[in-house]
């Protein structure tokens, strides 16, 4: 069983910089793709980024191109969205995603492939 948890939620004014955390246990380090998820109050879960298994690609949403880097560090099963210049936009309760084991990268992560989300980390950009 995988479980996830993020952490490095927060309150910070607009153009400030978050580090959200994902850490995974259970699953083998490095054997599948990891997302990030968003939704904001009264909106629906939206894909933000994905990276492959071994962080050598990661692909993101229109949005936050250029502002957020989706990296990993399989040796301690961490993933890591590192934002930037922040937006009130950008202000939702942020998921962790996993899919199933040998999903070693995708384009983009569709909600329908996620096996395993993590409870939420909550981001709020105030301007």
């Known amino acids: 069983q995988v479980q996830l948890v993020e952490s490095g939620g927060g309150s910070v004014e607009a153009g400030a910089s978050l580090t959200l955390s994902c850490v995974m246990s259970?699953?083998?380090?490095?054997?599948?793709?990891m997302g990030w998820f968003r939704q904001a109050s009264g909106g629906e879960r939206e894909f933000v980024a994905t990276?492959?298994?071994?962080?050598?690609?990661?692909n993101y949403e229109e949005s936050v191109k250029g502002r957020f880097t989706l990296s990993r560090d399989n040796a301690k099963n961490t993933v890591f969205l590192q934002m930037s210049n922040l937006k009130p936009e950008d202000t939702a309760v942020y998921y962790c995603?996993?899919?199933?084991?040998?999903?070693?990268?995708?384009?983009?992560?569709?909600?329908?492939?996620?096996?395993?989300w993590g409870p939420g980390a909550q981001v709020t950009v105030s301007s």
């Open positions: 259970g699953p083998t380090p490095g054997d599948r793709a």
């Open positions: 990276i492959s298994w071994n962080g050598a690609s990661a």
């Open positions: 995603a996993a899919p199933d084991r040998g999903i070693l990268a995708l384009q983009r992560m569709p909600a329908s492939v996620v096996k395993f």
